[in-house]
């Protein structure tokens, strides 16, 4: 297969690119800055776009198998109304980008696998959260419901248009992990807020084989969680992350200090969505991580 990825230089994006670039894919990495994508595998290359045109890449949608479209501003830093912009534009220009190159193309690709994240469904408290649960309306799922609908001129093409509802993504050297668990490694860990709140998580090597088998089951279409079947919640899930690391978790972090200290930003901390992957369960995708304790183990040892 030809795969062409947006944000491939991210977390999920770099490790997508190894997976296939191992299986003896192609891979294109989209990225402003292609001389700073380093390291790559064999098989896969880094060309440059601007992130809200076709223009430099859109030849080499001509063929292409598939695109993932994980592009966007980061989310993780705090919420000054520039960045709040950043993080709507970056991502529906994107979308946009990849439909205006898929509607230029004469052979068009089968699938486009459209990023989004759980925070569509906004702070939900102990509700289980399956797929048709609708949208939130705060910030973030308002953001999510943007950045879904981008490509969703895709589907009158006839091209699959699986949608991915991504939780946190566990893995040592990036994403949020490294910085949750510093405290708790460093004996002044304990559970943010309340504790109470959901923290729907998947392990990066499952956020991977997940979206390997939407690419690949043909019949695979719409909204996905990618979340572990067994979401915990923020409480239980730090108590685990001491039990693996070896250190007490006994030390609470008031919910009015996340806010002193990320503003709005702290709804990432403080709120979260009991989310469950129906979808993927019912069509037949086996997590290797579907337990917390063995996720742990696995990326902090």
Known sequence: MRVIITGGSGLIGRALTENLAKDGHEVIVLSRNPQAVKNLPKGARAENWDGQSARDWGEFVEGADAIVNLAGAT???????????????????????????????????????????????????????????????????????????????????????????????LDKNGGALPKLVLPIKMFVGGPLGGGKQYFPWIHLDDEVAAIRFLIENQQANG???????????????????????????????????????????????????????????????????????????????
């Open 75 to 169: 989310i993780a830093d705090r919420w000054s109304d520039a960045q709040k912009k950043a993080i709507r534009e970056s991502r529906v220009n994107a979308g946009q980008a990849i439909v205006a190159a898929v509607k230029a193309a004469k052979k068009k690709p089968g699938v486009v696998i459209q990023s989004s994240a759980v925070g569509y469904y906004g702070p939900r408290g102990a509700e289980k959260i399956t797929e048709e649960v609708s949208a939130g309306n705060d910030f973030l799922a308002s953001v999510c419901k943007d950045w879904e609908t981008s490509t969703t001129d895709l589907d009158g093409l006839g091209i699959r248009r699986p949608i991915i509802r991504t939780g946190v993504v």
């Open 223 to 301: 909204v996905y969680n990618l979340s572990a079947p067994q979401p915990l919640t923020n409480q239980e899930f730090t108590r685990l992350a001491g039990k693996v690391l070896g250190r007490p978790t006994f030390m609470p972090v008031p919910a009015f200090a996340m806010q002193v200290l990320f503003g709005e930003m702290s709804t990432l901390l403080l709120d979260g969505q009991r989310v469950v992957p129906q979808r993927l369960m019912k069509e037949g995708f086996q997590f290797k991580f579907a337990d917390a304790e063995a996720a742990l183990r696995d990326v902090l040892k």
